[in-house]
Nanobody, 121 residues
Framework: QVQLVESGGGLVQAGGSLRLSCAASGRTFSVMGWFRQAPGKEREFVAG????????NYADSVKGRFTISRDNAKNTVYLQMNSLKPEETAVYYC????????????????WGQGTQVTVSS
């Protein structure tokens, strides 16, 4: 059974940092990613990483501030978020897929339950 378990969310002041973790189990994946959904908005892509290559893609809005990484031995993907903004308050979701192709923003088969990130102004 595939499981994606996120952790690391919480409350942080604007300009602060958080690191999210996502522990995966049940199978291997080609790509893992992070998405977020703010109240009243659609879920949006944040970042993705190729599991073998380590190559990463980011949404334009987070480039230079967020970093996605993975630990193959722990089967865990991370999202380091710096210089957080109040508008980035959202539920952050970990996602994974078995197929590899270079567009990391779509095509995910598995989703975690999400972790709340709240950025206060």
């Amino acid at each position: 059974q595939v499981q994606l378990v996120e952790s690391g969310g919480g409350l942080v002041q604007a300009g602060g940092s958080l690191r999210l973790s996502c522990a995966a189990s049940g199978r291997t994946f080609s790509v893992m990613g992070w998405f977020r959904q703010a109240p009243g908005k659609e879920r949006e892509f944040v970042a993705g990483i190729g599991w073998s290559s380590g190559s990463a893609n980011y949404a334009d809005s987070v480039k230079g501030r967020f970093t996605i990484s993975r630990d193959n031995a722990k089967n865990t993907v991370y999202l380091q978020m710096n210089s957080l903004k109040p508008e980035e308050t959202a539920v952050y979701y970990c996602a994974a897929r078995g197929r590899w192709y270079s567009d990391y923003s779509r095509g995910y088969d598995y989703w975690g339950q999400g972790t709340q990130v709240t950025v206060s102004s």
